[in-house]
């Protein structure tokens, strides 16, 4: 996942010495960091999973000023709260959570200035969560893998280089596993 986001920024940045003319163009790729919590469904009842952060690369098409359609690959697992609570896990709890997936979006931009826009995104993921369950005293690894909704809203300030900085927040079902998270990114126009 390191590896995604180191290539992602040398990308954006190498492509930030573009000419201004390609900011207006359709087609956008973007990346970045997002960190936030997650909640475990186990056995009917909802645990908490802890922190965790996530890295997210995408693609997306414009079709016109305001609508778009939007592919991405996403991956996380439990951040720094998360291995602590991992150390007082009983038997029967989940831990040491991890999951990635692609998934594709519509995608509705309202601007509320030259450079400033509002923007949602509403889709789905497939997905793989894995996990490890205590079971007699012994870590046994889990495994589950489908389709979930996927779903973002945020603001996004563009430069004149095709350069945009965003800020949202991410409403991430995979699987047992509800994500939450608040995402940092960066896109570039071409």
Known sequence: MKKQFVTWGALLALLSTAT?????????IGGGFA???QTFDQAGSE?????NYSLDSYYRYMTDDN?????GIFGGQGGVVSVFSNLLTSEG????????GIRTAAYAQVHASESNLFYAKLGLSANRLTYNRI?????IDEHHSGVDFYGAAGWEYQ???????NLEYQYVPVQKLTVKNVFFGLNYRF
């Not at 430069?159 to 900085?165: A, K, P, Q, S």
């Open 135 to 139: 079971i007699n005293k012994q870590e």
């Open 93 to 100: 709890d989940a831990k040491d959570f991890a999951y990635a």
């Open 35 to 37: 960190i936030g919590s």
């Open 159 to 165: 430069f004149d280089n095709g350069l945009g900085v």
């Open 20 to 28: 201004p003319a390609l900011a207006q163009s359709n087609q956008v």
């Open 47 to 51: 645990n908490t999973g802890g922190d």
């Open 67 to 71: 609508f778009g359609i939007e592919a």
